[in-house]
Structure formats: structure tokens, C-alpha cells
């Protein structure tokens, strides 16, 4: 029996919460085994950088944050989630204007979205460590957002265009990259043999949190969601 709008509505909201739970799960799990002690690691320049003792009291009040343990992977675990789930909301978005979804196109959309939200950002702009130099706050959340939006469509437009419209997608693709990313002025504590042993962990936990959403987001979409759409 085909489902409302709103009943519609409601099992792809249920379908991204379960699978951004799931998602965020896996990435935590990933994150404590293959980034933490990359982040303990870069800690340790960074104090011995400032002269400050790892864990000691500052002159200046520091923000806020959970304390080590429990706590701050509890905060790590809903952030994930969260995010998870957000991403999860984009796949299915994009799955409503497709037809035939199965999870192994599933895990072909979840590529996308690794190269849209991951990859093509990182190549500007690494994933920064404690004591790492970084550029203006508002131009690299500029320079981010316009390289996501421009990697989404410049993707779309290859896979789904028409074949004389492939190229501007290519130029789209390339854009961001063209203009360049807000590089940093200063010197990085961290040494470059952690920088990128921390990239390539990033790349890989998120690898397999997107793979791991397509499939999912894929298989529940063509289970409960394609086969119950209103006619309406």
C-alpha cells in the first residue's frame, strides 16, 4: 500500500537515524583505534612546543571540553552520530530522484559522498592536529563549503548529465583547486611523518564510515522505502 508524504517522510528520517547510529558507531570505534594516538602523539609537540605540561593549568582560562575518558568519548560518539545521520539524510535525498537502489549502488553513492565531503576538501585543506598551524577560520569554511558544493556537482553532472555537458563537470570539479585553499603562516610543531600518518588514518576512517552508510541507506531505502512511495 503506497505511503503519505508524511509517512514517507517519516521512514526516511527512521532509516538515517538508524543508519548514522550505526555509522557513528563504527567510526568511533575506528577513530580510538587508528587517529587518537595520532592526536596523543601530536599533543606532546605541542606541549613541548608551548612549554606547557600535557593536562597542566594555563594562565588563561581555557574553553571548555569533556574530560578524558568516558566522557569525551561520549561527546565523541553523538557528534558522530549526528553527523552521520546528516550525511545519511543526503544519500536518501538523493536516492528519492533515482530508481533501482540497491545497496551496491548504495556503496557507489556513499563513494561519491567520501569524495565530495572528504577527499576532495582534504586535498586543500589536511585534517589539522594539535599544534598545527591553520589558516583564517572564515576562508577555510568558505574555501570547504565551496569545494563540497562544487565536487557534488560537478559529480552529479558526469554521472547523470548529458555526455556534451560532462565536461563542464569536470570544470566544476577542478575549480576549487584552481583557486587554491587559505594556506597558514606559521611554523607546525607537529613533525610531517605524524601529519601524515594522520591524514591517511582520516581518509581511511572516513572510507569506510561513507561505504558503510551507502550500503546501509541502500539496502533499508530499497527494503522499506522505494516499493511503499505514494502515488500521489
Do not use: C
Amino acid at each position: 500500500m503506497p505511503l503519505s508524504a508524511a509517512g514517507l517522510a517519516l521512514r526516511l528520517v527512521l532509516v538515517a537515524l538508524l543508519a548514522g547510529a550505526v555509522g557513528g558507531g563504527l567510526l568511533t570505534v575506528l577513530q580510538a583505534i587508528k587517529t587518537e594516538p595520532l592526536i596523543r602523539a601530536a599533543e606532546t609537540f605541542e606541549h613541548a612546543a608551548t612549554g606547557a605540561a600535557p593536562g597542566g593549568a594555563t594562565a588563561a582560562p581555557e574553553e571548555w571540553e569533556p574530560a578524558p575518558g568516558l566522557e569525551r568519548w561520549s561527546y565523541t560518539l553523538l557528534a558522530n552520530a549526528l553527523a552521520a545521520t546528516g550525511y545519511a539524510l543526503i544519500l536518501l535525498a538523493g536516492f528519492t530522484i533515482r530508481r533501482g537502489v540497491t545497496w551496491r549502488s548504495g556503496l557507489i553513492w556513499g563513494l561519491g559522498g567520501f569524495a565530495a565531503f572528504v577527499l576532495a576538501p582534504m586535498l586543500g585543506l589536511p585534517p589539522p592536529l594539535p599544534g598545527t598551524e591553520l589558516a583564517d577560520l572564515a576562508g577555510r569554511q568558505a574555501w570547504w563549503i565551496g569545494t563540497v558544493v562544487a565536487t557534488a556537482g560537478g559529480l552529479a553532472l558526469i554521472a547523470f548529465a548529458e555526455p556534451r555537458t560532462k565536461i563542464a563537470g569536470a570544470i566544476i570539479l577542478a575549480l576549487p583547486h584552481v583557486i587554491g585553499a587559505p594556506t597558514p603562516e606559521g611554523f607546525s610543531a607537529v613533525p610531517a611523518e605524524i601529519a601524515g600518518q594522520f591524514v591517511s588514518a582520516t581518509l581511511f576512517t572516513n572510507l569506510v564510515l561513507w561505504l558503510a552508510l551507502g550500503a546501509l541507506t541502500g539496502l533499508a531505502f530499497s527494503r522499506f522505502v522505494s516499493g511503499s512511495r505514494s502515488a500521489a
